[in-house]
C-alpha cells in the first residue's frame, strides 16, 4: 500500500480529462465523434440525406450548422464549432506564413456554410459536387470531428488501395503514441 493513497504499490492513479490532452489528438472524456460509415444517396436536387446517428451527433453538440470543404478526394463536412475551432488553430501560425496562406486559400476559402433542413438533410451544391467528383452513390465516413462524403466508386478503389494487413500502419501510429 502507497501511505495515505489507498493504493497498492503496483497501481497507477487513473486521471480523467474534462477537455484533451495537448497534442493527444483524443476528443474529451464523454464528447461524442462520428464514427462508422454509411451508404446514401444525393437526390436530383443535390440534397443528402445525414445519417441519423450522425444527426444524434449534430443534436448533443447544439447545432445544426455545418461547414462544407473539398479536400481534393470528398468533402469535409464539419460542425460549425470544430470549423472554427480549426480556424483558430490556424490563426496561431503567423499571418505571413506561407502554409498558412495557401491552407487558407485553397481549403479554408472554399468552407461554405450549411443547414440541416427539418428531414436531416444538407444541400450539396452542383460546384461542390463536382468538386467532391459526387455521383449519385455515395459513402459518409465519421472521422472522430467532422465527416467526409465520398463518391461511392473512389472510396472502394481507396479501399481496395489500402486495404491489407494494418500492422505496419499500427507499429507508426503507435511511435507516434496512439
Known amino acids: 500500500?502507497?501511505?495515505?493513497?489507498?493504493?497498492?504499490?503496483?497501481?497507477?492513479p487513473l486521471k480523467r480529462h474534462s477537455r484533451p490532452v495537448?497534442?493527444?489528438?483524443?476528443?474529451?472524456?464523454?464528447?461524442?465523434?462520428?464514427?462508422g460509415h454509411f451508404r446514401h444517396t444525393?437526390?436530383?436536387?443535390?440534397?443528402?440525406?445525414i445519417p441519423a446517428k450522425f444527426r444524434d451527433v449534430l443534436r448533443e453538440g447544439g447545432s445544426d450548422r455545418l461547414v462544407m470543404a473539398p479536400n481534393g478526394t470528398s468533402l469535409d463536412v464539419y460542425p460549425e464549432d470544430k470549423w472554427r475551432e480549426l480556424e483558430e488553430r490556424l490563426s496561431t501560425?503567423?499571418?505571413?506564413?506561407?502554409?498558412?496562406?495557401?491552407f487558407q486559400h485553397v481549403y479554408l476559402s472554399a468552407g461554405l456554410d450549411v443547414i440541416l433542413d427539418p428531414h436531416g438533410r444538407i444541400q450539396i451544391l452542383q460546384d461542390y459536387r463536382e468538386r467532391g467528383a459526387l455521383a449519385k452513390s455515395v459513402v459518409i465516413i465519421g472521422m472522430m470531428d467532422h465527416f467526409e462524403i465520398w463518391d461511392e466508386d473512389r472510396w472502394s478503389h481507396y479501399q481496395r488501395e489500402n486495404a491489407g494487413p494494418l500492422?505496419?500502419?499500427?507499429?507508426?501510429?503507435?511511435?507516434?503514441?496512439?
Open 22 to 35: 495537448p497534442g493527444a489528438g483524443r476528443p474529451p472524456v464523454g464528447e461524442t465523434v462520428f464514427r
Open 93 to 102: 501560425l503567423p499571418k505571413l506564413d506561407q502554409d498558412r496562406r495557401r
Open 42 to 49: 444525393i437526390d436530383p436536387k443535390g440534397r443528402l440525406s
Open 1 to 12: 500500500m502507497v501511505p495515505g493513497s489507498g493504493m497498492k504499490s503496483h497501481e497507477v
Open 167 to 178: 500492422d505496419d500502419l499500427r507499429e507508426r501510429l503507435a511511435q507516434k503514441g496512439v
